[in-house]
């Protein structure tokens, strides 16, 4: 199983992965992080910017997955709901559990997929290890915490290796 934690595409937000990207990355399934991602942690519904880039997706055949380590099932049900998409839950990432049950919900295969996500030990190693396609943003509304201060801080040098890669 590949260990890595360079991502493979760097953005500053999702709205950078418009449907145009996604197409030309191959991308027919996005599993997507949902926390600091799509959302900062603080909102409770999804706001104009995430219906309207679910909307462009969905037009253009791309289905959208949230995949979520988020303990709170609520939350993401809520969003989901909302946006008419599908959830798996308590994902496990960097496990691939999750991820392999979202293929399949999806009938993709891993050529086609990809995960977007702030964060490299879940979002990035779950990705790489599930040989899909690892795409990686900066924290939506900032890190919040000291925790997660410290986490992008040393996320840095990882980010700086894929850059000088994709160079
Ligand atoms: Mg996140």
């Known amino acids: ?29 996005l599993l997507c992080d949902l926390d600091y991602t799509l959302a900062p942690r603080r909102m409770e519904r999804p706001d104009d910017a995430l219906r309207g880039w679910i909307g462009q997706c969905r037009e253009a055949g ?6 979520s380590n988020n303990r709170s099932s609520r939350r993401v049900e809520t969003f989901c709901g909302d946006l008419g998409i599908r959830y798996v839950g308590h994902a496990g990432k960097p496990g691939t559990r999750g991820f392999r049950q979202a293929m399949e919900q999806a009938g993709e295969t891993p050529e086609h997929t990809a995960m977007v996500g702030d964060k490299l030990l879940t979002d990035v190693l779950g990705a790489k290890r599930s040989g899909v396609l690892a795409l ?5 509304g900032g890190p919040v915490g000291a925790w997660n201060h410290v986490l992008h801080t040393l ?6 290796i894929a850059k000088r890669r994709l160079l």
């Open 1 to 29: 199983m590949p260990f890595s934690l360079i991502p493979d595409r760097l953005y500053g937000r999702y709205t950078e992965l418009t449907p145009q990207a996604l197409d030309r990355l191959g991308v027919q399934l």
């Open 155 to 160: 996320q840095r040098p990882f980010k700086w």
């Open 136 to 140: 990686m943003v900066e924290p939506l």
């Open 62 to 67: 791309v289905t959208v997955i949230i995949l």
